[in-house]
């Protein structure tokens, strides 16, 4: 069974930084595709950004140039580094596993991380 363990997040002021990590139990972060989404309180969760097995990258337009997605495969983590963050980024972060980045829906789910940004 594989667990995906999301940490780093916290409370930050607006315009700074915070990097989260997404550790996986099982190695699957150099096979599968690894996602970032988020859900604000009463909104819907929001896909971020993606990571492919070949390293290749995709983010939604509200983080493009802010955020950054990254991962290490021989540790099996996953990392999402946040810059220039805004009030609006405050929300519960989820990391995802799904074997393919065009398939829809995820194989595996993180308990989540919160952000606050003040």
């Known amino acids: 069974h594989v667990q995906l363990v999301e940490s780093g997040g916290d409370s930050v002021q607006a315009g700074g930084s915070l990097r989260l990590s997404c550790t996986a139990s099982?190695?699957?972060?150099?096979?599968?595709?690894m996602a970032w989404l988020r859900q604000a309180p009463g909104k819907g969760r929001e896909g971020l950004a993606t990571?492919?097995?070949?390293?290749?990258?995709s983010y939604v337009d509200s983080v493009e140039g802010r955020f950054t997605v990254s991962k290490d495969n021989a540790k099996n983590i996953v990392y999402l580094q946040m810059n220039s963050l805004k009030v609006e980024d405050t929300a519960m972060y989820y990391c995802?596993?799904?074997?393919?980045?065009?398939?829809?829906?995820?194989?595996?789910w993180g308990q989540g991380t919160q952000v606050t940004v003040s």
């Open positions: 995802a596993a799904v074997r393919r980045c065009y398939f829809k829906g995820y194989d595996y």
């Open positions: 099982a190695n699957i972060v150099s096979s599968y595709c």
């Open positions: 990571i492919d097995r070949d390293d290749a990258t």
